[in-house]
């Protein structure tokens, strides 16, 4: 039987019949009733057309979204990779400019002619070394002032004893003046450690590596001269990690700090940076002359 009590109870179950949660039961009684009644029809036609229509938008709404989404997506991926490409540009060219050094550096401690001042002042101590090398024959000058005193050690190789990994062993006589007066030591059999150095030489390109990321180069200048400053950079030749300049056309270090310490008022401060001279090519016989051995004491 129809009647307007039918007609309000489909119209009430009409949003759950779309949506398909009536039982099977009423989806029949609805069904049937709809197919007789145009005024319920017209109503659930409306009905689910609107409920339809507002599924595109929000379907719409979520296209949009991803869009945007993918949008960002994309230029997130886009920002990593610029930073990626910044990253390896500048390790690679550290990695150049160490290595280049390095090579440079090789060449140079191989020579058999130079004169070097390796010099610095620290806690109210003058230290200096100084080398002339020609062939097999080294004169090596060890100076240490302080306010009390003064030493110059001074050693003149006759010849070469022996030589290995550990360096070369040489005949020397060895003349020392200081405060107590001057003595010399005649064919004593001694080591000499002083070497130039590669300070920027790695063991392997891994190393090499690693130090390209972790230091930092800047391009500068000392006394005239174009070089590099390099910090951090902790190869096993490099006895300056805090910093050292390396001369731009030999590749080897013009000053350097070997480290960082704390000040009293807790500040960080360097040691005064040690100072390297080279000269090549200009070692002569006559800077192999030893001094008149009678104003020294003998001591043997
Ligand atoms: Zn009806």
Redesign the pocket.
Known sequence: MKGKN??KI?QDLLPNYIDNLTSEETSDFIKN?LAH?N??NEIYNKMNLKLKDNTEKSTNKEINFFKKYNKRLFLLKLIIVIILILFITFTARKMVIISNLSSKAENIINSDNYHSIEYGYNYGQYQKTEKYQMGDKIKLILSNINNENFETITIYTKEKISEDNYGSRYLANIYVKNNQGQTAYLNQNIGIMVELQDVLQTENIWELFKNSIISSITSTKINGKSCYFISNFNGYNNFYPAGVYIDKEIGMPLSAVSYEMDTLDGTKTYETPKEFLYEFNTVKEDDFIEPNIEEYKINN
Do not use: F, S, T
Request: aromatic residues 0%; glycine residues 0%.
């Open positions: 039918d007609c489909v009733h009644c005024n319920c």
